[in-house]
Protein backbone atom coordinates (compact mmCIF):
# COMPACT_ATOMS: atom_id res chain seq x y z
CA UNK A 1 0.00 0.00 0.00
CA UNK A 2 1.50 3.77 -0.84
CA UNK A 3 1.75 6.18 1.92
CA UNK A 4 -0.87 8.17 0.52
CA UNK A 5 -3.32 5.20 0.98
CA UNK A 6 -1.32 4.60 4.33
CA UNK A 7 -2.20 7.44 5.28
CA UNK A 8 -6.42 7.55 4.57
CA UNK A 9 -6.81 4.22 5.90
CA UNK A 10 -5.10 4.95 9.26
CA UNK A 11 -7.32 8.40 9.52
CA UNK A 12 -4.87 11.05 9.21
CA UNK A 13 -5.91 14.27 8.78
CA UNK A 14 -5.35 16.70 6.06
CA UNK A 15 -2.30 18.21 6.43
CA UNK A 16 -0.37 14.43 6.69
CA UNK A 17 -2.46 13.44 3.71
CA UNK A 18 -1.37 16.38 1.78
CA UNK A 19 2.41 15.66 2.24
CA UNK A 20 1.89 12.72 0.98
CA UNK A 21 2.98 11.89 -2.72
CA UNK A 22 -0.08 10.86 -5.13
CA UNK A 23 0.99 7.66 -6.54
CA UNK A 24 1.53 7.54 -10.10
CA UNK A 25 -0.37 4.25 -10.78
CA UNK A 26 -2.85 2.07 -8.56
CA UNK A 27 -4.56 -1.31 -8.50
CA UNK A 28 -8.18 -1.05 -10.42
CA UNK A 29 -10.58 -3.72 -11.37
CA UNK A 30 -10.97 -3.09 -14.98
CA UNK A 31 -11.66 -5.11 -18.72
CA UNK A 32 -9.08 -4.47 -21.69
CA UNK A 33 -10.64 -3.29 -24.98
CA UNK A 34 -8.07 -6.14 -26.42
CA UNK A 35 -10.74 -8.83 -24.92
CA UNK A 36 -13.89 -6.91 -26.56
CA UNK A 37 -14.17 -9.71 -28.88
CA UNK A 38 -13.58 -12.84 -26.16
CA UNK A 39 -17.00 -13.48 -25.72
CA UNK A 40 -18.68 -14.05 -29.58
CA UNK A 41 -19.87 -17.08 -30.38
CA UNK A 42 -19.93 -18.44 -26.37
CA UNK A 43 -23.41 -18.70 -24.75
CA UNK A 44 -22.39 -18.02 -20.87
CA UNK A 45 -20.11 -14.57 -20.96
CA UNK A 46 -18.11 -15.67 -17.56
CA UNK A 47 -17.33 -11.92 -16.26
CA UNK A 48 -14.83 -13.96 -14.47
CA UNK A 49 -12.70 -14.49 -17.83
CA UNK A 50 -12.92 -10.77 -18.37
CA UNK A 51 -12.76 -8.74 -15.27
CA UNK A 52 -8.85 -7.67 -14.08
CA UNK A 53 -7.52 -6.69 -11.42
CA UNK A 54 -3.96 -4.66 -11.87
CA UNK A 55 -2.62 -1.58 -11.80
CA UNK A 56 -3.40 1.08 -14.54
CA UNK A 57 -1.64 5.11 -14.39
CA UNK A 58 -3.33 7.64 -12.38
CA UNK A 59 -4.74 10.64 -14.42
CA UNK A 60 -4.56 14.01 -13.51
CA UNK A 61 -7.69 15.68 -11.56
CA UNK A 62 -9.57 18.47 -13.18
CA UNK A 63 -10.80 21.41 -11.48
CA UNK A 64 -13.99 19.84 -10.02
CA UNK A 65 -12.51 16.68 -9.35
CA UNK A 66 -11.34 14.83 -6.29
CA UNK A 67 -9.13 11.70 -5.42
CA UNK A 68 -10.80 9.37 -3.37
CA UNK A 69 -9.10 6.40 -1.47
CA UNK A 70 -11.58 3.82 -2.00
CA UNK A 71 -12.24 1.86 1.35
CA UNK A 72 -15.09 -0.34 -0.27
CA UNK A 73 -17.00 -0.48 -3.36
CA UNK A 74 -20.09 -2.78 -4.46
CA UNK A 75 -21.43 -4.57 -7.55
CA UNK A 76 -24.30 -3.31 -10.01
CA UNK A 77 -25.22 -4.79 -12.63
CA UNK A 78 -23.60 -2.53 -14.81
CA UNK A 79 -20.59 -4.04 -13.87
CA UNK A 80 -21.85 -7.40 -15.36
CA UNK A 81 -22.87 -5.52 -18.26
CA UNK A 82 -19.39 -4.12 -18.36
CA UNK A 83 -17.45 -7.58 -17.96
CA UNK A 84 -20.00 -9.19 -20.73
CA UNK A 85 -19.15 -5.98 -23.21
CA UNK A 86 -23.11 -5.90 -23.74
CA UNK A 87 -25.52 -4.38 -24.11
CA UNK A 88 -22.44 -2.76 -26.08
CA UNK A 89 -18.40 -2.61 -25.13
CA UNK A 90 -18.40 0.20 -22.47
CA UNK A 91 -15.01 1.20 -24.52
CA UNK A 92 -17.55 3.23 -27.01
CA UNK A 93 -19.21 5.37 -23.94
CA UNK A 94 -15.12 6.23 -23.43
CA UNK A 95 -14.48 7.13 -27.08
CA UNK A 96 -17.35 9.03 -27.26
CA UNK A 97 -16.73 10.67 -24.08
CA UNK A 98 -12.98 10.91 -24.80
CA UNK A 99 -13.92 13.95 -27.98
CA UNK A 100 -15.77 16.44 -25.78
CA UNK A 101 -12.98 17.78 -24.48
CA UNK A 102 -9.08 17.46 -22.95
CA UNK A 103 -10.31 16.69 -19.64
CA UNK A 104 -12.84 13.94 -21.19
CA UNK A 105 -9.96 12.54 -23.42
CA UNK A 106 -8.22 11.31 -20.34
CA UNK A 107 -11.40 8.28 -20.36
CA UNK A 108 -10.44 7.27 -23.79
CA UNK A 109 -8.05 4.47 -22.89
CA UNK A 110 -7.49 0.36 -23.59
CA UNK A 111 -8.39 -0.11 -20.53
CA UNK A 112 -11.70 0.42 -18.31
CA UNK A 113 -11.48 0.71 -13.99
CA UNK A 114 -15.09 0.40 -13.68
CA UNK A 115 -17.41 0.14 -10.48
CA UNK A 116 -20.38 2.81 -9.52
CA UNK A 117 -20.26 2.97 -5.87
CA UNK A 118 -17.59 3.64 -3.71
CA UNK A 119 -16.97 5.01 0.19
CA UNK A 120 -13.86 6.49 1.19
CA UNK A 121 -11.55 9.32 1.89
CA UNK A 122 -11.26 12.58 0.12
CA UNK A 123 -7.21 12.41 -0.56
CA UNK A 124 -7.24 15.43 -3.28
CA UNK A 125 -9.03 18.37 -4.13
CA UNK A 126 -9.24 20.31 -7.87
CA UNK A 127 -8.72 23.66 -7.73
CA UNK A 128 -12.52 24.19 -8.21
CA UNK A 129 -13.70 22.35 -5.24
CA UNK A 130 -14.88 24.60 -2.81
CA UNK A 131 -17.33 22.47 -0.20
CA UNK A 132 -15.17 19.26 0.84
CA UNK A 133 -11.54 19.24 1.77
CA UNK A 134 -8.75 16.27 2.52
CA UNK A 135 -9.78 13.63 4.93
CA UNK A 136 -13.50 14.00 4.49
CA UNK A 137 -15.37 10.25 4.56
CA UNK A 138 -17.62 10.29 1.35
CA UNK A 139 -19.74 8.17 -0.51
CA UNK A 140 -19.88 8.55 -4.15
CA UNK A 141 -23.09 9.15 -6.26
CA UNK A 142 -23.14 6.55 -9.51
CA UNK A 143 -24.29 9.71 -11.88
CA UNK A 144 -21.98 12.49 -12.98
CA UNK A 145 -23.54 15.51 -14.45
CA UNK A 146 -22.71 18.44 -16.35
CA UNK A 147 -23.17 21.50 -13.88
CA UNK A 148 -22.78 23.97 -17.22
CA UNK A 149 -26.38 22.37 -18.60
CA UNK A 150 -29.38 24.47 -17.40
CA UNK A 151 -31.33 21.41 -17.22
CA UNK A 152 -29.32 20.18 -14.86
CA UNK A 153 -30.01 22.93 -12.19
CA UNK A 154 -33.51 21.32 -12.19
CA UNK A 155 -33.06 17.71 -12.26
CA UNK A 156 -29.43 16.39 -12.89
CA UNK A 157 -30.67 13.19 -14.35
CA UNK A 158 -32.32 15.37 -16.85
CA UNK A 159 -28.86 16.68 -18.16
CA UNK A 160 -27.64 15.67 -21.68
CA UNK A 161 -24.42 15.66 -20.18
CA UNK A 162 -25.20 12.96 -17.43
CA UNK A 163 -23.53 10.00 -17.39
CA UNK A 164 -22.90 6.93 -15.17
CA UNK A 165 -19.93 6.99 -13.37
CA UNK A 166 -17.88 4.04 -13.79
CA UNK A 167 -19.84 2.80 -16.92
CA UNK A 168 -19.82 5.69 -18.91
CA UNK A 169 -16.85 6.78 -17.40
CA UNK A 170 -13.26 5.84 -16.41
CA UNK A 171 -11.43 5.51 -13.35
CA UNK A 172 -14.88 4.59 -11.52
CA UNK A 173 -15.47 2.97 -7.92
CA UNK A 174 -13.97 -0.96 -8.08
CA UNK A 175 -10.15 0.40 -7.04
CA UNK A 176 -8.02 1.54 -4.84
CA UNK A 177 -8.77 4.78 -5.86
CA UNK A 178 -11.27 7.09 -7.61
CA UNK A 179 -11.43 9.72 -9.32
CA UNK A 180 -15.06 12.18 -8.78
CA UNK A 181 -16.48 15.05 -9.64
CA UNK A 182 -17.19 17.08 -6.54
CA UNK A 183 -20.85 17.26 -7.25
CA UNK A 184 -21.12 13.78 -7.02
CA UNK A 185 -20.23 13.55 -3.07
CA UNK A 186 -22.24 12.56 -0.53
CA UNK A 187 -21.10 12.45 3.39
CA UNK A 188 -20.73 9.23 4.69
CA UNK A 189 -23.14 8.23 8.02
CA UNK A 190 -20.31 8.03 10.86
CA UNK A 191 -22.20 5.03 11.67
CA UNK A 192 -21.71 2.56 9.20
CA UNK A 193 -18.61 0.94 8.20
CA UNK A 194 -16.86 1.39 4.41
CA UNK A 195 -18.80 -2.01 3.25
CA UNK A 196 -21.84 -1.07 3.98
CA UNK A 197 -21.56 2.93 3.14
CA UNK A 198 -20.20 1.68 -0.55
CA UNK A 199 -23.52 -0.73 -0.65
CA UNK A 200 -25.77 2.54 -0.56
CA UNK A 201 -25.68 4.93 -3.35
CA UNK A 202 -26.61 2.96 -6.49
CA UNK A 203 -29.26 1.44 -5.51
CA UNK A 204 -30.72 3.02 -2.26
CA UNK A 205 -30.86 6.17 -4.78
CA UNK A 206 -31.87 4.93 -7.58
CA UNK A 207 -35.13 3.27 -5.24
CA UNK A 208 -35.63 6.48 -3.63
CA UNK A 209 -35.66 8.24 -7.08
CA UNK A 210 -38.17 5.58 -8.20
CA UNK A 211 -41.04 5.31 -5.41
CA UNK A 212 -40.51 8.46 -2.82
CA UNK A 213 -39.44 11.51 -5.18
CA UNK A 214 -41.37 13.69 -7.07
CA UNK A 215 -39.77 12.49 -10.45
CA UNK A 216 -40.94 8.95 -9.37
CA UNK A 217 -44.06 7.02 -8.48
CA UNK A 218 -44.78 9.90 -5.42
CA UNK A 219 -45.59 6.97 -3.55
CA UNK A 220 -48.24 7.74 -0.38
CA UNK A 221 -49.02 5.52 2.66
CA UNK A 222 -51.19 3.06 1.94
CA UNK A 223 -50.11 2.48 -1.12
CA UNK A 224 -49.88 -1.24 -2.11
CA UNK A 225 -46.75 -1.84 -4.20
CA UNK A 226 -45.24 -4.52 -6.15
CA UNK A 227 -41.79 -5.51 -5.93
CA UNK A 228 -39.82 -7.59 -8.31
CA UNK A 229 -36.87 -9.23 -7.39
CA UNK A 230 -37.42 -7.78 -4.16
CA UNK A 231 -34.36 -9.60 -2.84
CA UNK A 232 -32.06 -7.80 -5.20
CA UNK A 233 -29.50 -4.51 -4.26
CA UNK A 234 -32.40 -2.59 -5.90
CA UNK A 235 -35.17 -4.35 -4.17
CA UNK A 236 -34.05 -4.62 -1.03
CA UNK A 237 -34.06 -0.97 -0.80
CA UNK A 238 -37.22 -0.36 -2.27
CA UNK A 239 -39.06 -2.74 0.55
CA UNK A 240 -37.53 -0.40 2.89
CA UNK A 241 -38.58 2.49 1.68
CA UNK A 242 -42.52 1.18 1.23
CA UNK A 243 -42.28 0.14 4.84
CA UNK A 244 -41.11 3.42 6.10
CA UNK A 245 -43.30 5.63 3.66
CA UNK A 246 -46.52 3.38 5.22
CA UNK A 247 -46.67 1.69 1.83
CA UNK A 248 -47.63 -2.12 1.51
CA UNK A 249 -45.27 -4.33 -0.13
CA UNK A 250 -45.85 -7.10 -2.32
CA UNK A 251 -42.19 -8.64 -3.09
CA UNK A 252 -41.51 -11.28 -5.54
CA UNK A 253 -38.82 -13.41 -5.41
CA UNK A 254 -37.34 -17.12 -6.59
CA UNK A 255 -36.61 -18.68 -3.40
CA UNK A 256 -37.15 -19.42 0.02
CA UNK A 257 -33.79 -18.32 0.59
CA UNK A 258 -34.65 -14.85 -0.60
CA UNK A 259 -37.71 -14.93 0.89
CA UNK A 260 -36.46 -15.02 4.56
CA UNK A 261 -34.70 -11.79 3.75
CA UNK A 262 -37.39 -10.05 2.39
CA UNK A 263 -39.01 -10.99 5.13
CA UNK A 264 -36.53 -9.84 7.11
CA UNK A 265 -36.18 -6.12 5.46
CA UNK A 266 -40.28 -5.42 6.67
CA UNK A 267 -41.87 -6.98 3.30
CA UNK A 268 -45.84 -7.43 3.87
CA UNK A 269 -46.34 -9.99 1.18
CA UNK A 270 -43.71 -12.83 0.02
CA UNK A 271 -44.43 -13.98 -3.24
CA UNK A 272 -42.48 -17.44 -4.73
CA UNK A 273 -42.16 -16.68 -8.66
CA UNK A 274 -43.18 -20.45 -8.94
CA UNK A 275 -46.68 -19.53 -7.42
CA UNK A 276 -47.08 -17.19 -10.72
CA UNK A 277 -45.12 -19.71 -13.08
CA UNK A 278 -43.56 -17.36 -14.82
CA UNK A 279 -40.69 -19.54 -17.31
CA UNK A 280 -38.01 -18.52 -19.53
CA UNK A 281 -40.35 -17.86 -22.42
CA UNK A 282 -43.44 -16.61 -20.84
CA UNK A 283 -42.52 -12.97 -22.15
CA UNK A 284 -42.82 -14.34 -25.76
CA UNK A 285 -46.82 -15.43 -25.28
CA UNK A 286 -49.59 -13.13 -24.92
CA UNK A 287 -51.59 -15.72 -23.17
CA UNK A 288 -49.17 -16.95 -20.83
CA UNK A 289 -48.31 -13.19 -20.02
CA UNK A 290 -52.37 -12.48 -18.74
CA UNK A 291 -52.47 -16.00 -17.35
CA UNK A 292 -49.52 -15.05 -14.85
CA UNK A 293 -51.24 -11.39 -14.59
CA UNK A 294 -54.26 -13.14 -13.46
CA UNK A 295 -52.19 -15.58 -10.93
CA UNK A 296 -50.42 -12.77 -9.48
CA UNK A 297 -53.29 -10.53 -9.30
CA UNK A 298 -55.32 -13.34 -7.03
CA UNK A 299 -52.95 -13.76 -4.71
CA UNK A 300 -52.44 -9.43 -4.29
CA UNK A 301 -55.88 -9.47 -3.99
CA UNK A 302 -56.22 -11.80 -1.51
CA UNK A 303 -53.72 -10.72 0.86
CA UNK A 304 -54.58 -6.72 0.16
CA UNK A 305 -58.30 -6.91 -1.26
CA UNK A 306 -56.80 -4.83 -4.07
CA UNK A 307 -54.60 -4.43 -6.87
CA UNK A 308 -51.03 -2.70 -6.98
CA UNK A 309 -51.10 1.33 -6.95
CA UNK A 310 -46.98 1.18 -8.32
CA UNK A 311 -45.13 -1.29 -9.50
CA UNK A 312 -41.01 -1.44 -8.74
CA UNK A 313 -40.18 -2.99 -12.10
CA UNK A 314 -36.27 -2.92 -13.06
CA UNK A 315 -36.57 -6.60 -14.59
CA UNK A 316 -37.33 -5.62 -17.94
CA UNK A 317 -38.66 -7.99 -20.64
CA UNK A 318 -39.45 -10.74 -18.49
CA UNK A 319 -41.79 -9.30 -16.06
CA UNK A 320 -43.11 -5.94 -17.70
CA UNK A 321 -45.76 -7.34 -19.46
CA UNK A 322 -47.22 -8.94 -16.13
CA UNK A 323 -46.66 -5.45 -14.96
CA UNK A 324 -48.84 -3.79 -17.22
CA UNK A 325 -51.48 -5.76 -16.86
CA UNK A 326 -51.37 -6.44 -13.25
CA UNK A 327 -51.54 -2.67 -12.27
CA UNK A 328 -54.53 -1.32 -11.20
CA UNK A 329 -56.63 1.52 -13.37
CA UNK A 330 -54.86 4.50 -12.92
CA UNK A 331 -51.82 3.34 -11.41
CA UNK A 332 -48.17 3.51 -12.40
CA UNK A 333 -45.38 1.65 -13.27
CA UNK A 334 -41.80 3.14 -12.31
CA UNK A 335 -39.17 1.31 -14.50
CA UNK A 336 -35.30 0.98 -14.68
CA UNK A 337 -32.56 -1.35 -15.59
CA UNK A 338 -34.19 -4.45 -17.60
CA UNK A 339 -31.86 -7.06 -16.14
CA UNK A 340 -33.27 -9.82 -18.40
CA UNK A 341 -33.38 -7.38 -21.27
CA UNK A 342 -34.63 -3.92 -22.57
CA UNK A 343 -36.93 -4.75 -25.33
CA UNK A 344 -40.25 -4.99 -23.43
CA UNK A 345 -43.62 -6.94 -24.90
CA UNK A 346 -46.56 -5.67 -23.38
CA UNK A 347 -50.54 -5.15 -24.42
CA UNK A 348 -50.75 -1.73 -24.92
CA UNK A 349 -54.43 -1.42 -24.57
CA UNK A 350 -53.82 -2.24 -20.51
CA UNK A 351 -51.80 1.33 -20.48
CA UNK A 352 -54.10 3.07 -22.47
CA UNK A 353 -57.76 2.03 -21.60
CA UNK A 354 -57.00 1.67 -18.29
CA UNK A 355 -55.24 5.02 -17.81
CA UNK A 356 -52.23 3.55 -16.75
CA UNK A 357 -48.57 5.58 -16.60
CA UNK A 358 -44.86 4.21 -17.10
CA UNK A 359 -42.34 6.53 -15.55
CA UNK A 360 -38.58 6.02 -16.71
CA UNK A 361 -35.65 6.08 -13.70
CA UNK A 362 -32.83 6.26 -13.58
CA UNK A 363 -30.19 6.96 -11.07
CA UNK A 364 -30.98 10.18 -8.56
CA UNK A 365 -29.53 13.25 -8.91
CA UNK A 366 -27.60 14.35 -5.94
CA UNK A 367 -30.04 15.97 -3.68
CA UNK A 368 -32.61 12.82 -4.04
CA UNK A 369 -28.84 10.96 -3.21
CA UNK A 370 -28.50 13.41 -0.17
CA UNK A 371 -32.18 12.37 1.29
CA UNK A 372 -31.51 9.06 0.97
CA UNK A 373 -28.44 9.31 3.23
CA UNK A 374 -30.58 10.94 5.84
CA UNK A 375 -32.87 8.23 5.91
CA UNK A 376 -29.56 5.90 6.16
CA UNK A 377 -28.47 8.14 8.67
CA UNK A 378 -31.46 8.51 10.69
CA UNK A 379 -31.56 4.52 10.78
CA UNK A 380 -35.03 4.06 8.83
CA UNK A 381 -32.85 2.59 6.08
CA UNK A 382 -30.35 -0.08 6.71
CA UNK A 383 -28.04 -1.60 4.28
CA UNK A 384 -28.96 -4.54 2.81
CA UNK A 385 -25.43 -6.20 2.97
CA UNK A 386 -25.37 -9.88 2.34
CA UNK A 387 -21.57 -10.83 1.56
CA UNK A 388 -18.59 -9.20 1.18
CA UNK A 389 -15.24 -9.89 -0.84
CA UNK A 390 -11.71 -8.69 -1.52
CA UNK A 391 -10.77 -6.80 -4.57
CA UNK A 392 -8.88 -9.39 -5.93
CA UNK A 393 -12.55 -11.80 -6.34
CA UNK A 394 -14.13 -8.52 -8.54
CA UNK A 395 -14.89 -12.18 -11.11
CA UNK A 396 -16.10 -14.01 -7.90
CA UNK A 397 -18.78 -11.13 -6.84
CA UNK A 398 -19.78 -9.85 -10.28
CA UNK A 399 -20.71 -13.76 -10.95
CA UNK A 400 -22.61 -13.92 -7.95
CA UNK A 401 -24.61 -11.33 -9.42
CA UNK A 402 -24.94 -11.90 -12.88
CA UNK A 403 -26.23 -15.86 -11.97
CA UNK A 404 -28.50 -13.95 -9.80
CA UNK A 405 -27.86 -15.51 -6.51
CA UNK A 406 -26.89 -13.04 -4.56
CA UNK A 407 -29.21 -11.30 -1.76
CA UNK A 408 -29.19 -7.00 -1.44
CA UNK A 409 -25.45 -5.83 -2.59
CA UNK A 410 -22.51 -7.79 -2.78
CA UNK A 411 -19.87 -5.55 -1.28
CA UNK A 412 -15.84 -4.90 -2.27
CA UNK A 413 -13.19 -4.15 0.13
CA UNK A 414 -10.85 -2.29 -1.72
CA UNK A 415 -7.80 0.08 0.70
CA UNK A 416 -10.09 -1.69 3.42
CA UNK A 417 -7.91 -5.00 4.56
CA UNK A 418 -10.48 -5.87 6.46
CA UNK A 419 -14.70 -5.67 7.11
CA UNK A 420 -16.08 -3.90 10.06
CA UNK A 421 -13.53 -0.40 9.80
CA UNK A 422 -14.86 3.41 9.09
CA UNK A 423 -17.27 3.23 11.85
CA UNK A 424 -16.39 6.95 13.69
CA UNK A 425 -19.65 7.16 15.91
CA UNK A 426 -19.91 3.69 18.00
CA UNK A 427 -22.33 5.08 20.00
CA UNK A 428 -25.38 6.10 17.56
CA UNK A 429 -24.22 2.50 16.06
CA UNK A 430 -24.83 0.98 19.20
CA UNK A 431 -27.91 2.86 19.89
CA UNK A 432 -29.13 1.88 16.50
CA UNK A 433 -28.73 -1.54 17.39
CA UNK A 434 -26.00 -3.99 15.80
CA UNK A 435 -28.51 -6.64 15.23
CA UNK A 436 -30.81 -4.80 13.24
CA UNK A 437 -27.73 -3.34 10.82
CA UNK A 438 -27.16 -5.61 7.96
CA UNK A 439 -30.63 -7.56 8.38
CA UNK A 440 -29.50 -9.78 5.33
CA UNK A 441 -25.55 -10.31 5.79
CA UNK A 442 -24.71 -14.23 5.79
CA UNK A 443 -28.01 -15.08 3.72
Request: proline content about 5%; overall charge negative; charged content about 20%.
Amino acid sequence: MDPLATAALEGADASVLAAQPVPAGYRAAHVRVEDVEMFRGIEDKDVRKSLRVGDIPMPELAPDEVLVAVMASSVNYNTVWTGTFEPVPTFAFLRSYGTQGPWEKRHDQPFHALGSDGAGVVVRTGAGVRHWKLGDHVMCSPIQVDDQEAITHADGMLGAGQKAWGYETNYGGLAHYAVVRASQLIPKPAHLTWEEAASVPACAGTAYRMLVSDTGARMKQGDVVLVWGAAGGLGSYAVQLVRNGGGISVGVVNSERKAEAVRRLGCDIVVNRTEIGIGEDTADDPEQVIEAGKRLGRIIRRHTGEDPHIVFEYVGRATFGISMFVTRRGGSIVTCGSSTGYRHTYDNRYLWMKLKRVIGAHAANIHEQWETARLVDQGRIMPTLSTVFALDEIGEAARLVQENVHIGKVGVLCLAPRAGLGVTDPAKRAALGEDRLNPVMGL
